[in-house]
C-alpha cells in the first residue's frame, strides 16, 4: 500500500494515470511456499501438492477503467459522524486541523464528512475506495505531494500539536461532479 506514496508512483495516481485494480480474489491468487512454512489460518491450502498461502495486502495498479472505481462512498455529515460513528477516536469529538496547513484530520475512510468543502487528510487505505467522480486527490504528505499552488514554505509532513501522523492523502470534493 505504501507504494502509492512513492515519488514515481504518487504524481500517476494524483492526475488519474493509474489507481488501483480491483480484487481477483484469495481463491485465485496465491503464493507457492516452501514445505517449511508453517500454513495457518483460511488463506492457506494444498493444491495439486502444492501449498499454497493468499494475501489479502497485495495491490496492483492499473490504468484499465473499472466499475469498483466508480462507486460512491456513502458518507455522513460532520454531525452525523460525530454523534454516530462507530469510531471512538471520532465519536464525540471535534474534527482536528493541522498545525502545518488548513486541512482537516480524517482517521477514517468512513469518517470523511458528506458536508465538508474543504482539503481533507486521509489515510492512504482511502485510495482502494477513491471515486475520481466523488473526490479529487490534490497531493499528499509528502514535499512531492505539495498541492498545485502551495507555497514551498509549508511542510508537507503532517502533524497536530506536533504529534507526526502517518502518511496522508490530501482530497476534496470533486466540485465539477456531485454525488
Given at each position: 500500500m505504501n507504494a502509492i506514496t512513492y515519488k514515481e508512483v504518487f504524481p500517476l495516481i494524483k492526475d488519474n494515470k493509474i489507481w488501483l485494480g480491483t480484487g481477483m480474489g484469495r481463491w485465485i491468487s496465491g503464493f507457492i511456499v516452501p514445505d517449511k512454512y508453517e500454513l495457518y489460518g483460511t488463506e492457506a491450502r494444498v493444491e495439486k501438492g502444492q501449498r499454497i498461502v493468499s494475501t489479502n495486502n497485495a495491490l496492483w495498479m492499473t490504468n484499465?477503467?473499472?466499475?469498483?472505481?466508480?462507486?460512491?462512498?456513502?458518507?455522513?455529515?460532520?454531525?452525523d459522524n460525530k454523534k454516530f460513528s462507530k469510531h471512538?477516536?471520532?465519536?464525540?469529538?471535534?474534527?482536528?486541523?493541522?498545525?502545518?496547513?488548513?486541512?482537516?484530520?480524517?482517521?477514517?475512510?468512513?469518517?470523511?464528512?458528506?458536508?465538508?468543502?474543504?482539503?481533507?487528510g486521509v489515510p492512504i487505505s482511502f485510495l482502494d475506495k477513491y471515486n475520481p467522480d466523488q473526490f479529487k486527490i490534490i497531493g499528499c504528505?509528502?514535499?512531492?505531494?505539495?498541492?498545485?499552488?502551495?507555497?514551498?514554505?509549508?511542510?508537507?509532513?503532517?502533524?497536530?500539536?506536533?504529534?507526526a501522523i502517518y502518511k496522508r492523502l490530501l482530497i476534496e470534493k470533486n466540485k465539477e461532479n456531485t454525488i
Open positions: 484499465i477503467d473499472h466499475g469498483k472505481r466508480h462507486q460512491p462512498l456513502s458518507l455522513m455529515t460532520m454531525e471512538k477516536s471520532v465519536k464525540g469529538k471535534e474534527y482536528e486541523v493541522y498545525d502545518n496547513f488548513n486541512a482537516i484530520e480524517v482517521p477514517f475512510t468512513d469518517a470523511i464528512p458528506s458536508d465538508y468543502d474543504g482539503v481533507m504528505s509528502y514535499d512531492y505531494g505539495r498541492p498545485d499552488g502551495w507555497s514551498e514554505d509549508i511542510k508537507m509532513s503532517v502533524t497536530i500539536n506536533g504529534k
